[in-house]
């Protein structure tokens, strides 16, 4: 039986929202995140705040003196930096919520028959470090920098949403046997 | 009431904790039931078999910004209240071409690696992993890291003004670039050999 020849239905596992209706509720969720916050959504910023309050819990000294971490630590007491913090953690939730109803909550490691799950893990964790990184530099990711501030209109939103994407495009084709 | 509201009194800020829970909780559901908990449909905008992260980042993108406006316009909210990330033209270019880098290799970008954990996946547990370790790594080669960090600061500044033109015609430009794109997506995909994952 190949599971792959099933037609889609929403508890088979392989059922996804139109991406247009996906993507008017996203834009609503944002829009609604702006109307009451003020501000917009974000990821990458919930673990910078991890590695923030864990440096300065084991060596408060090293944090205090840092000139990146202190940016962070002045304002570790308004609510508006862990607000991302409980952000992600919804995300997490409503992300469950989602693979439970449409049948999609398993173990697994996702990647092309072509590559070992070894591979696709190295990749993987690498890839990482270098968005982690890189969205330091560039104050914000693909939600917080590039979404979010594509619906403000920020100059900074368009700029990085184009690196992400272009730099992207690029580094897909050199890996295409990772993928495709 | 005026948005935003919070910064503007009319909730009480005790209540922002509450609304990140209940706002990731759309923003994560909305995220896995488009698709983004998987990497290979993630890739798929890249390689043409499936424009899924494309179709669905610019209606998003569009959706808030005409919603915005159109409240702005009504005077249901301020446009101009709303946080406007600085832009900082090297370190947003440089960051930019970094995470494109780490999105190829890795296949997710930080939330949609968040939804993926949430449903299960080991390979995205690894990319968040490697969030942490390359944060940590920025934290503390930030000396070397500061000159172009902190280079080319232009504030708050709005695309459209970049571009002298108004909000309105910038974003009505937006929607036709976008329909264009939503255009060549689905004419691509038609031609490009099916990928299962």
């Not at chain 1, 599971?3 to 247009?20: A, D, H, I, L, Q």
């Not at chain 1, 560039?138 to 917080?144: E, F, K, V």
């Not at chain 1, 979404?147 to 949403?161: D, K, N, P, Q």
């Not at chain 2, 800020?13 to 698709?35: D, I, K, P, Q």
Request: aromatic share 14%; proline share 3%.
């Amino acid at each position: 039986m190949e599971k792959s020849e099933e037609k889609p239905g929403w508890r088979k596992g392989n059922f996804y929202v139109n991406p247009y209706l996906g993507g008017l509720m996203l834009g609503l969720v944002l829009l609604a995140t702006f109307y009451i916050t003020g501000r917009g959504l974000g990821a990458s910023g919930a673990v910078k705040n991890t590695v923030v309050t864990t440096v300065h819990t084991l060596a408060p000294a090293h944090a205090e003196s840092s000139h990146y971490y202190s940016k962070f630590l002045s304002t570790n007491t308004q609510p508006m930096n862990n607000w991302l913090v409980f952000e992600v953690l919804g995300v997490l939730a409503g992300a469950f919520l989602s693979g439970l109803i449409y049948n999609r909550l398993n173990f697994r490691i996702e990647h092309s028959p072509k590559i070992t799950s070894r591979r696709r893990l190295i990749f993987a964790f690498a890839g990482g470090m270098l968005f982690g990184f890189g969205s330091q530099l560039a104050r914000g990711c693909t939600s917080g920098a590039a979404l979010s501030g594509m619906a403000v209109l920020s100059a900074a939103g368009f700029i990085t949403m184009m690196a992400i994407f272009g730099t992207a495009y690029v580094f897909a084709y050199i890996l295409r046997k990772n993928w495709i | 009431m005026t948005g935003p509201l919070i910064p503007l009194g009319y909730i009480p800020e005790a209540w922002n904790n509450v609304f990140a829970v209940l706002l990731g909780m759309g923003f994560g559901f909305t995220l896995e039931s488009s698709g983004f908990s998987s990497s290979r449909k993630i890739m798929g905008t890249f390689y043409g078999y499936d424009f899924v992260v494309l179709k669905v980042f610019f209606t998003a993108a569009i959706t808030a910004v005409v919603g915005l406006l159109y409240l702005d316009q009504i005077g249901w909210a301020d446009f101009s209240a709303m946080y406007v990330l600085p832009t900082y033209m090297a370190a947003a270019i440089t960051g930019g071409v970094i995470m494109g880098m780490g999105f190829a290799m890795g296949g997710y970008c930080p939330g949609t690696s968040f939804c993926a954990v949430a449903i299960g996946k080991i390979d995205a547990l690894l990319f968040s992993a490697g969030l942490l370790v390359g944060i940590f790594i920025f934290s503390e080669a930030f000396p070397l890291m500061e000159k172009i960090y902190e280079s080319g600061n232009l504030g708050a500044l709005r695309v459209n003004e970049a571009l002298g033109i108004s909000a309105g015609l910038f974003t009505f430009l937006l929607i036709l670039i976008a329909l264009g794109m939503f255009w060549v997506a689905t004419i691509v995909q038609g031609k490009v050999k099916k990928v299962e994952y």
